[in-house]
């Protein structure tokens, strides 16, 4: 059985991180659609799982990579997202490249040049 499960799986991508997501997603959706009847949440929970064992199946694993490799950037950008420091620091973007920009709070007008280009402008912090 071991055997057969392990050629059934040679060459095939198997679980990573946005798996893992899609089985929780599922599992969550599931539980509220059981909860509160919602079609809209079952319709979820099996488009989750099915999009999750696809995966876990699928033979075309450099795309399944890329795919792993752009849902743990957009994690990280999300979390860097939540992490900023809101009460000392505002955040800008600069007007040329759209980087943004950290800067002291409470400083009031004050020039802010961009360490990425070096455009220049002017900002209330
Ligand atoms: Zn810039």
Redesign the pocket.
């Known amino acids: 059985m071991l055997e057969w499960i392990s050629r059934f799986m040679s060459g095939r991508y198997g679980f990573d991180r946005l798996g893992q997501a899609l089985a929780i997603l599922s599992a969550i959706c599931m539980i509220f659609a059981g909860l509160f009847g919602s079609k809209v949440m079952t319709a979820i929970a099996y488009i989750a799982a099915i999009w999750c064992i696809y995966r876990i199946l699928s033979k075309k694993i450099v795309y399944r990579v890329n795919e792993n490799r752009k849902f743990n950037e957009l994690c990280a950008k999300t979390s860097a997202f939540m992490k900023r420091d809101r009460k000392t620091y505002r955040y800008f973007r600069?007007t040329?490249?759209k980087?943004t920009i950290k800067v002291p709070k409470g400083r009031g007008k004050i020039m802010i040049v961009?360490p990425?280009?070096r455009?220049e402008f002017i900002k209330k912090t």
Do not use: G, I, Q
């Open positions: 600069c040329r490249c980087k961009c990425h280009c455009n």
